[in-house]
């Protein structure tokens, strides 16, 4: 008789694996069942070219929860980060830059080359966005209260939230309230006078949202960015040694240290469902997996539209589903280089400051404004925002000695393109992407060894994420906390008993946190 599991888990991304483990280590036997070749969804780590081993989606870590890191001894499973230092370095047309954090003292001289006003102002604007996280964070591993329960322990959480929320006092408060409705260009205006300085925050507020800093949104992606730490130091990012691969094969070496088995190669077709509760699985393939409960770490419209059964479900949560907004204009662009940039803003042979964090171009907001209003109308950007970061300047086990491997995220270039196709488009856009670069790093295309462009259909080809959208849905207000993935199922159940969600479609969304799949496992194991 074939095996029955506790928990079958739908995709090895690393939120997937993150439930596998906590479900194993409360000793339920667990079955996680991923698609692809290799476990770790969009935080992995490839060889693309010989030699080159490749962050080819999630590229840098700030946001994995540290009680996770702890819990589930990562570290003894090869998880190490390396900060950077400085994190930022935005070259300008002029020939000027501005390179920031996290050293305090640096980021203060560098503001104050273009500003002193906002030199001062923005040790305040950092402590504003803390006392503002210091509300937040610790919902980000809690399950959200559902607005429409009447149960008591239901209305207990509300208050909370409520007592919390006036705890933060009338000034924080409503600015917390911008922060999470609001856009991000009016904040940063008001903030700040330098375009320079304005224009690298905005690039966190736009970054994988299909949206620009004046549109309302931004300031909560914005904010999403500065709510994490490395090695405990908050607001910082960093590499993970090996690429963020190793994110998720530490995870999931703590999941099989504690008796989970994982499957590679193995597509889920059908959510099996008999009696409105979820009975296991069957892959592509015919095979059938049989389990009491199942849990999907894949988005929610491939967990709900593609591998169920309408029937199985009641038609308005369907419809919730349906609603969820996946539009995408990202581009990724991983390069392998025979050396580093050489800006003429900073030149210099070799690695420099200027390559240990991430290379802005970007010269003002209004060039992000414009390069909106292209994908707005369905065009690439005619000159999109890049965001380039070498790990390779810190971490020398990527690429061979002396080569180098550029992760650049490029916004916008819509998934639906008007008059024209993304097989057309795809070497046009990634030669604009260059010939940007080579403004600023002269002798940039002559190092490029070899590439791989991913427009957003191809983000959906390769990692099974829906319209390409790098957080499983997109992160406006509606879509998230207690509406997310829909109203009335934000507490990781669904509609079908013993059938829960563990993916960034749930709260708190996308990001390589672990969150969504720490929270999910609690609830299952809160069930029994
Ligand atoms: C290009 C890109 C760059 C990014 N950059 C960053 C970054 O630098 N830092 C950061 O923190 N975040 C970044 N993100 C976001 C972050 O990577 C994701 O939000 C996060 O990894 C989502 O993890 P997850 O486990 O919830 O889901 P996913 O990673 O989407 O995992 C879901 C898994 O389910 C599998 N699956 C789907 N359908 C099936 C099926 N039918 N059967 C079996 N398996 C299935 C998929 O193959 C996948 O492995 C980036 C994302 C992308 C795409």
Redesign the pocket.
């Known amino acids: 008789m074939a095996t029955t599991y506790d928990a079958i888990i ?9 439930t596998a483990a906590y479900l194993a280590r409360a000793g339920y036997k667990v079955l996680v ?4 070749e290799l ?6 780590t490839e060889e693309v070219w010989p030699g080159f081993k490749v ?10 929860r540290p009680e996770i890191i702890k819990e589930l001894e990562l570290k003894k499973y090869g998880f190490e980060m390396i900060p950077r230092s400085p994190s930022s370095f935005t070259p300008f047309p002029d020939g000027r830059y501005l390179m920031m954090g996290p050293d305090k003292e640096m980021t203060h001289r560098e503001i104050a080359k273009f500003s002193k006003k906002d030199a001062e102002a923005y040790p305040k604007y950092e402590d504003m966005l803390t006392r503002v996280a210091d509300f937040l964070e610790p919902m980000l591993v809690q399950t959200p209260p559902d607005p429409f329960s009447k149960r008591l322990g239901n209305l207990w959480k509300m208050g909370k939230l409520g007592w919390k929320f006036q705890g933060m006092g009338k000034d924080v408060a409503g600015e917390a309230v911008e922060i999470l409705t609001g856009a991000a260009r009016p904040i940063l205006d008001r903030w700040f006078e330098s375009e320079q300085l304005k224009a690298t925050i905005a690039t966190d507020a736009v ?2 949202a299909f949206a620009a800093p004046s549109q309302p949104g931004t300031a909560y992606v914005l904010f999403h960015h500065v709510m ?1 730490e490395c090695d405990g130091v908050r607001g910082v ?1 960093g590499y993970v040694r090996g690429g ?1 691969g190793t994110i ?1 094969n530490s995870i999931a070496a703590a999941a099989k240290s504690r008796g989970a088995e994982i499957k590679t190669n ?4 059908k959510i099996l469902v008999k009696d409105g509760r979820a009975e296991g ?1 069957a ?2 393939d015919g095979t059938e997996f049989r389990a009491k409960r199942v849990v ?4 929610a419209h ?2 709900f539209v ?2 169920m059964d309408p029937k199985d479900l009641p038609a308005e949560f369907l419809k919730a589903i349906n609603r969820i907004d996946y539009g995408s204009a ?1 581009v ?1 662009i991983n390069v392998a280089l025979d050396r580093p940039p050489n800006f003429k803003a900073l030149p210099g042979d070799g690695v420099g400051p200027q390559h240990h964090g991430t290379m802005h171009v970007c010269p003002d907001q209004d060039y992000i404004e414009r390069a909106y209003d292209d994908a707005k109308y369905g065009k690439p950007s005619a000159n999109p925002m890049l965001e380039c ?1 070498m790990a390779t300047a810190m971490d020398s086990t990527l690429a061979p000695p002396g080569k180098h491997i550029l ?1 650049m ?1 490029v916004q916008y270039a819509p998934y639906h393109l008007k008059g024209t196709t993304w097989d057309a488009e795809k070497d046009r856009f990634a030669d604009r992407c260059f010939d940007i670069l080579e403004e600023y790093a002269p002798g940039f295309k002559a190092s490029v060894l070899h590439r791989m462009v ?1 427009p957003p259909p191809e ?1 959906e080809r390769l ?3 829906t319209g ?5 849905g997109s992160m406006n207000l509606h879509s998230m906390f207690s509406f997310r993935p829909a109203a009335g199922y934000a507490n990781y159940r669904t509609p079908v008993k013993g059938l829960y969600m ?5 709260h708190p ?6 969150a ?2 720490l929270n999910a496992a609690r609830e299952i194991i809160r069930d029994g």
């Open positions: 739908i995709g090895a991304g690393h939120n997937g694996l993150v069942l991923e698609r692809r476990v770790g969804g969009c935080c992995v962050s080819t989606a999630a590229y840098v870590n700030s946001l994995l970054i994988g994490g990012w963020m998720s193995a597509e889920v077709g699985v892959l592509k999907s770490g894949a988005d491939v967990t593609r591998l990202t990724k970061t992760s995220f991913i983000m990692w099974g994420i390409g959208n790098i957080m499983q563990c993916g960034a479609a749930t969304g996308g990001g390589v946190m672990g969504c799949g």
